[in-house]
């Protein structure tokens, strides 16, 4: 019932099909988080399980290994910080709890953020340098013009030569660039299929 009032206060007076998307999402990712916080606690209905810091930071353990980024995890904290705020703001009925030990809660979420910025500093640069090898659509555009140019002169050529193996080696050099810049595979991907 909450997560349901917390849902309706995320959707706010704009309900485009994509927010909607977007606060499915965080409310099944605080559902996760409150999942986890849970598990091993003795009460329930209290919200006590909330005051159990040490377990934000072995969800963060959990969900590097599930394979999550640290842009994603540090993503998903910042999900719970809004929550808890809200919560801290707007408790529900049954809840026990005080506000020193909400505010325990969100200072063990902004650790455990702290603690991965480095990482993501780390992880953003590494996506940047990726970013700097990939190809100019500019440049596919030319290999492709290049290549439609190329590729029926090279036929010709087979044509009147059909084992002259420079040209046919040529010839598929030149197919696999083609075909390399409109999907986006490595020319040795087309090279090595059968």
Known sequence: ???????????????????????????????????????GALQLWDWSFLTRTERVMEWV??????????TTITFYLR????????????????C?????????????????ISALLRYVSVHQMKVEAKQMRVISVADLNLCGQRCRDAIPQLLERLEK???????????????????SSIDGHRTGVIANMT
């Not at 997560?3 to 994509?18: A, E, Q, V």
């Not at 999900?79 to 049954?94: D, G, L």
């Not at 026990?96 to 455990?112: E, H, I, M, P």
């Not at 030569?161 to 075909?179: C, M, N, Q, S, W």
Request: charged share 30%.
């Open 61 to 70: 353990g959990h969900l590097r290994r599930c394979g999550k980024k640290v």
């Open 161 to 179: 030569e059909p084992t002259d193996h420079k040209v046919r080696y040529r010839f598929f050099g030149y197919l696999a660039a083609f075909i």
């Open 79 to 94: 999900n719970v910080y809004s929550f808890i705020r809200y919560f801290k703001e707007t408790p529900p009925p049954h």
């Open 1 to 39: 019932e909450y997560l349901d009032d917390y849902r309706t206060f995320l959707r706010g007076l704009h309900k485009s099909k994509k927010q909607i998307d977007n606060v499915a999402s965080k409310v099944m990712r605080i559902r996760r988080f409150l999942n986890f916080m849970a598990v």
């Open 96 to 112: 026990r709890l005080k506000g020193s030990q909400l505010t325990a809660a969100l200072r063990a979420v902004l650790r455990c």
